[in-house]
């Protein structure tokens, strides 16, 4: 909690960020909302962000909200017409939201529709066998690669609406400014870890961005995309490396299923070693609008503080 009030304070503005976002995912009334862009973003790191950015000229609608999995989410009827009613919809891209695909290539050809992680080099992206010919879309997980992206949506809007781009140029420099004191505030925790015990397993493969910027060892039950259900054989590959490494603590993640890594803890436990669940991450969803996790900082902050004190607690034992 100290370490959470500490980040808090290093960064000022974000509480009120994250309660303007927690206003603008609600329907506006015409009046507030009028000569303001409509901006629509799929998941809620991107809205979190747009917000923050945009500020007092954007309106931003967030589609997918806390405990919403990106991979399977299907557009509803009334998100679709937000989108057609959209100035800008900003989406992750590298085929996380991978059934919204065609509405995004569709949508694109009526009115602005951006990729957010589309200026990230691609040497820096990874490229899982796994995930069939796509790079792995969880960048948000290396906040040094999410500056991108927040670079895109003010270069976004800065274009579409010169006017204003004065104000989304500051905005963005203040917000990327918060990025590098959240980043060396995540490599100030890991560094309390022994290095032995830098190990991360959650439900899903969401973590190899972190662990390679982090300097983690990561391994997650279901793949890449949760769309591939994990397999019995997934399940015993984990206990047996749970259980060879005496690992003593696993995470589960807001917007999978929860089943899924009690199972590994079930097994582990029949082979008479026990890991305990360290903790709930938020991997693919931020928590609930207007909270501190509901927004991008809070999330990362709240990660970071749950896997080093998971892991720290677990080696006193
Ligand atoms: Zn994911």
């Known amino acids: 909690m100290k370490q959470k009030t500490r980040i808090f304070e290093k960064l000022g503005l974000v509480l009120s960020a994250a309660i303007l976002l927690g206003c603008s995912n609600k329907q506006e009334s015409g009046s507030e909302s009028a000569g303001r ?4 973003a799929t998941i809620g790191m991107i809205a ?15 589609l997918m909200g806390p405990g919403v999995d990106p991979h399977l989410y299907k557009a509803t009827p009334s998100d679709v017409q937000a989108l057609q009613a959209a100035d800008i919809i900003f989406y992750n ?48 997980f290396d906040v040094t690669l999410w500056k991108y992206a927040a670079g895109e949506i003010a270069r976004t809007l800065a274009e579409k609406y010169p006017d204003h781009a004065p104000e989304f140029n ?7 400014t918060q990025l590098d004191t959240l980043h060396a505030y995540v490599l100030e925790q890991i560094e309390r870890v022994p290095s032995e015990q830098r190990i991360l397993i959650t439900a899903h493969d969401a973590f190899n961005y972190f662990g390679h910027r982090y300097g983690f060892e990561v391994a997650g039950l279901q793949g890449i995309s949760t769309q ?10 984990l206990v047996n490396l749970i259980v060879d490494r005496e690992i003593r603590a696993i995470f589960v993640e807001s917007s999978v299923p929860v089943k899924n890594i009690k199972a590994v ?13 360290g903790g709930e991450l938020f991997s693919d969803a931020m928590g609930d609008a207007g909270s501190f996790e509901g927004s991008y900082i809070g999330m990362v ?17």
């Open 228 to 237: 591939a259900e994990a397999g019995t054989k997934d399940v015993q590959d």
């Open 37 to 40: 862009a409509k901006v629509v």
């Open 93 to 140: 891209g590298l085929h996380l939201e991978a059934k919204m695909g065609e509405l995004f290539e569709k949508m694109g050809q009526v009115r602005t529709t951006v990729a957010v992680t589309k200026s990230i080099p691609e040497s820096l992206l990874f490229s899982p066998e796994a995930f069939a010919g796509h790079h792995d879309p969880h960048v948000w």
């Open 265 to 277: 803890q079930e097994g582990v436990r029949a082979k008479g070693w026990n890991v305990e669940v």
């Open 48 to 62: 979190d962000v747009a917000t923050v950015i945009g500020g007092e000229h954007v309106t931003v609608h967030g």
């Open 170 to 176: 500051q905005n963005a420099a203040t917000y990327l």
């Open 301 to 317: 902050t709240h990660n970071i503080d749950t896997i080093v004190s998971a892991l720290l607690e677990s080696g006193h034992d």
